[in-house]
Every structure is written in structure tokens, then in C-alpha cells.
């Protein structure tokens, strides 16, 4: 039997551009593990951060080192797609952020008329968007923490105006608030705000990210994830949690080794767990999602309330991650994973023939 061609698509134009080279070396071993190398042959193609796709030794160079291509380089023809695309059996977009998860390379990869893992068009934008996936969540009842919406027309268009919104959101929400662009992953953008003079500056530079805004009021709560791995009929991990020092879950610190912390599974009553993988099914299905997600939560332990933060539709994939950790300790090592969720994308299509 022939084996599968996988083509591994990483890179990107996003801010998690290193992320992504990341994740793609630790699918990469998966995929050349002693239990999946007679099934799968690896073609990478490398998406440089001008949006220039590379396949052959390039990409190769770059998994290997885990080094992002600095001087660009020349090809024939900007934009145009390596042969090799045509080659391809099911695609593997380990791509995060902007430009990867949010629906554009999946629309692509949808024309191509080739299996791929994850998520559609429609999940992948909705998990991409705070706003759009607020929306789903909402219709779909599940409990949230208050929040604002704004546009950066109204941040930085009137300034009349723009006075009496941070009056509404410090009446509304109060402080401490988060103010974070809709559209960006890994806490780009993301600021803890205290006052009226640092809600100004927040704002000012959300809005340098994203045309649409979103405020949410703050809480003290745990910080719990749970994954979700399926397509039809998913089935929800154990729970995680993260803990850290730092003020709040920024991108130094998601990104600094030892600056967080990793508790699987997560000390919490069974009822809490079970609700919390319940949710995780629920949102899940909000959004449409395929393949594989991760939602994220909060735990007030002292209300018991748990308030859902936003799902991943395609998180960070390297051994220690926490989507690939959580499957570990729920029965499903890294390399079992990565052939699974290739087999999902083969199920999704065939069943959508």
C-alpha cells in the first residue's frame, strides 16, 4: 500500500509565525515515528511571512533548524504555488493566528478540493473572531463574562466621542477590564487595564491591531482548558490547568519557558470537570468546529461559576503544548494523535461526498 502524502503547511504571515515552524517540527517527528512512518510521507511546503510559499529543501531547512527564514527567497513568480501542491493527499495547515486559522487558508485549501485537518471555513472563523464566537456562545447559552464591543472608527474617528465610550465601559464593565483585538491570537495586542488613562492607551493600541475591538470585564478565577478531538461526535480531555506569576496569561509568558505552569489533570471536583468537558462539547458545536479545538475557561471557585473564554481551533502543537498534554493524559500519545487527526480529515470529506 502506498503511503499517504501529507503536506505539512507552516509558517505564515502571522505574529505566531515561530510558533507554527514550532509545531510543525513536533508533528513532523509524529509523522516519521516508527508507528506512522509506513503510512505517511511528509511533503513540507513553508509559507514565508511575505506569503510566499516554498516547498522542497527550503521548508526542510527551516524543520530542521526551527529557525524562520530570514532573506527571502526568489521564485519564479510571486504567489504562485509549488507543484508539489498537486501532489498532496490531505494537508496539515499547522498554521496559527491571522491568514492560517481564520477561515482564509481554509477556503484555499476547500477550492484545492484535498482533505485537510481541522476546521472549515465557518469554525475557523468564528474561533478566530471574539466577537462572531461571543455571538455563537451566547445563542448557544453558555454562561460568559461581560463585555463590550467597539470599532476602531470609534476609537480613533471622533474624538468627542470617544471620551463618553471609555465613560461606558468603566460604568459597565469597571475595573480591572481586558481590552483585546478581535482577531489576533496569543495575546497580541492584549492589555489588563486599571484606570481611565490606561484604558485610553489600550484602546488606542488595540485598535493599531484590529478594526473591531472587544472589552471584557475581569475576574479572579483559575484559568482551565479543555480539549476537544472529533468531528460528529467529539469527545471532550481531561481537564487542564495553567498557573503563572505574572499579572495576567500574556504572550510573554504563554511563550517564556518557566513561566507557567501546566496541572494535568486540573484539582477539581468531578462535578466541575464534567461540566467544564460538557461546555467544551457545547462550544464546540457553537461554532461549528471539526477535528480538533481547545476551549479555554474560567473557574470562579469562589461562586463555582465557570465562564467560557474563547476556543482555539487550531492551538499550538508541539509535545508540550497543552492540547497534545491533555490527550496524553486522557489515553491518546502525540504520535496516535496526529494519525487520528489526519483520519478525521479523511472521514469529514468522505462523508460531506
Known amino acids: 500500500m502506498s503511503k499517504l502524502r501529507v503536506g505539512l503547511l507552516f509558517g505564515g504571515r502571522s505574529g505566531e509565525h515561530e510558533v507554527s515552524i514550532s ?52 521564485i519564479s513568480k510571486l504567489w504562485q504555488f509549488p507543484a508539489q501542491t498537486q501532489e498532496v493527499d490531505v494537508w496539515f495547515p499547522i498554521l496559527h493566528g491571522p491568514n492560517g486559522e481564520d477561515g482564509t487558508i481554509q477556503g484555499l485549501l476547500s477550492l484545492m478540493q484535498v482533505p485537510f485537518v481541522g476546521s472549515g471555513v465557518l469554525g475557523s472563523a468564528m474561533g478566530m473572531d471574539k466577537i462572531a464566537m461571543k455571538m455563537a456562545f451566547a445563542q448557544a447559552g453558555l454562561a460568559q ?39 489576533l491570537g496569543s495575546s497580541v495586542g492584549i492589555a489588563k487595564v486599571r484606570s481611565s488613562s490606561e484604558l485610553e492607551a489600550a484602546l488606542d493600541n488595540a485598535a493599531s491591531y484590529d478594526r473591531r475591538i472587544i472589552v471584557e ?32 496569561y500574556d504572550y510573554e509568558t504563554k511563550y517564556t519557558q518557566g513561566q507557567a505552569d501546566l496541572l494535568i ?55 508540550t503544548s497543552m492540547y497534545p498534554q491533555l490527550w496524553a493524559k486522557s489515553g491518546i500519545p502525540f504520535t496516535e494523535l496526529v494519525d487520528r487527526l489526519i483520519q478525521l480529515a479523511l472521514e469529514r470529506t468522505q462523508k460531506s461526498e
Open 23 to 74: 509545531s510543525a517540527r513536533a508533528i513532523a517527528l509524529a509523522l516519521s515515528s516508527e508507528e506512522n512512518a509506513n503510512k505517511y510521507e511528509i511533503l513540507p511546503f513553508y509559507i514565508q511571512k511575505d506569503g510566499r510559499w516554498l516547498a522542497g529543501d527550503v521548508p526542510q531547512q527551516v524543520l530542521t533548524s526551527g529557525v524562520a527564514l530570514t532573506t527571502l527567497a526568489a
Open 265 to 319: 489533570p486540573a484539582q477539581l471536583p468531578d462535578s466541575v470537570m464534567r461540566q467544564i468537558q460538557d461546555m467544551a462539547l457545547q462550544a464546540f458545536a457553537a461554532v461549528d468546529a471539526a477535528g480538533l479545538a481547545r476551549v479555554d475557561f474560567f473557574y470562579v471557585e469562589a461562586t463555582g461559576e465557570i465562564l467560557i473564554n474563547e476556543i482555539n481551533t487550531f492551538p499550538g502543537f508541539t509535545a
Open 145 to 183: 463574562v461581560k463585555y463590550l464591543t467597539l470599532t476602531r472608527a470609534q476609537i480613533w474617528s471622533n474624538p468627542c466621542v470617544f471620551p463618553k465610550l471609555c465613560d461606558q465601559i468603566e460604568a459597565t464593565l469597571g475595573y480591572p477590564c481586558f481590552v483585546k483585538p478581535a482577531n
Open 217 to 248: 470585564t475581569g475576574v479572579v478565577a483559575r484559568e482551565v482548558e479543555c480539549a476537544v478531538f472529533g468531528n460528529d461526535q467529539p469527545q471532550a480531555s481531561v481537564v487542564g490547568e495553567i498557573t503563572f506569576e505574572s499579572d495576567f
